[in-house]
């Protein structure tokens, strides 16, 4: 009996089926005989339907597992993108900051351009190298065999001038302006022509 209730419910989706397939388009010869042979196949053997049936239902739920674990994956990896602008954001932001102490330190190195630095004396004898790392702005330059210090890096030619003249109040009398252009010393600089002194 149950069977029986098999092959009928077979059948009728059979033949819903083959209607619908009617309506949706037209059938070759071909795939008429085709249809045909497969539902006398079905009809002596209903199990091998409800083998095939429960096949595909197994293979649509994986499917839709799978479609799920990509939609997880999907929403994972755009988290993980945002995530990653914000860093890069951040990082921007941190290097700008860094730049910007950077250029507030006080170092050694000329700076391109036009820059004056006070001469505090040319001495054979007296070495104040050691300070060189703790006084950014004081350089001890070797000439001849003997040292040159000078001190601070003026952009502007009338604030080198006046630390000349506060140094020369310390008693260091020799001390006087010099320029360099990129980091080159212009020798035959004087401040006080300059100035128009």
Known sequence: MRMKKIVVVLLTLLFTAGIN??????LSKGERKALKKEI????????????????????????NEEVVDLKAKLAEMDELRTELEELATELSMLKVKYN???STMPSTKLPNGTVYQVQM?????LNL????EKLKTIKAEDV????????GHFVNLMDAVQFRNDIKTLGIDDAFV?????????????????IGN
Do not use: C
């Open 100 to 102: 910007n102490l950077e």
């Open 178 to 194: 010099s320029q360099y252009k990129n980091g080159i010393r212009i020798m035959d600089f004087d401040a006080m022509k300059a």
């Open 121 to 125: 004396g040319y001495y054979e004898y």
């Open 40 to 63: 006398k196949t079905y009809k002596k053997n209903p199990e091998k339907w409800v083998r095939m049936q429960k096949k595909h239902k197994k293979e649509v739920a994986n499917l």
């Open 144 to 151: 001849d065999g003997k040292k040159r210090y000078v001190i």
């Open 129 to 132: 190298v050691s300070f060189n």
């Open 21 to 26: 397939l009617a309506e949706a388009q037209t």
